[in-house]
């Protein structure tokens, strides 16, 4: 049977798998029209196609939804992307769902606060998780004040309560921003 896994990070996820691996930053109609190239050649043992991107675009999926029904025999598919809204219902509703995050160190590449890069965070679509993550890199590289401090504890909070990821962004970054222009 074929399944999706929803995790944070792609790249390794993709070195736990065993399959043939396509990665790419988004799977475009010509992408699964490889993948079935290389489904349909004979196999006589199981084998896994791992599909790994960001982003499917919509004629892509619906090629690869009849991939999905009527696989070919021996080949299971794994798809691996960050978030289940990056799939249509329909390839979500014939696939089984796993999801599968990593706890990160890796340091969040912290750049000069400003509008364009607050709007790049609120677009990268991060999970909870993530943020925690971004959040827990701030604290360490930052100097901050005992208010925003507090503000980054309460937004926290507010991650656990499932409130809009993207307002919790913004409330952190542009109180840093702030911050910073204190200095």
Known sequence: MSKAIITNNIDKLLKELDGEIIRKDEIKI?????IEKIA??????????IIAAEKFNIYAQNALLKLIEEPPKNIDFIIVTKS?????????????????YFEEDDEFELQPIT?????ELINKDMQKQE????????????????ECL???NDAIAMLELNMDKEAVISLIMLCI???NANL
Do not use: A, C, G
């Open 150 to 152: 507090k503000i980054i």
């Open 115 to 119: 509008n364009e890069y607050i709007l």
């Open 84 to 100: 289940k809204h990056t799939l249509l219902d329909t390839i979500l509703s014939r696939v089984k769902l796993y999801k599968k």
């Open 30 to 34: 010509e992408d699964v029209r490889e």
């Open 40 to 49: 349909y050649i004979t196999e006589r043992n199981k084998k896994n196609i």
């Open 177 to 179: 921003k702030v911050e």
């Open 131 to 146: 943020i925690k993550n971004f959040l827990k890199s701030v604290l360490k590289n930052k100097n901050l004040n005992e």
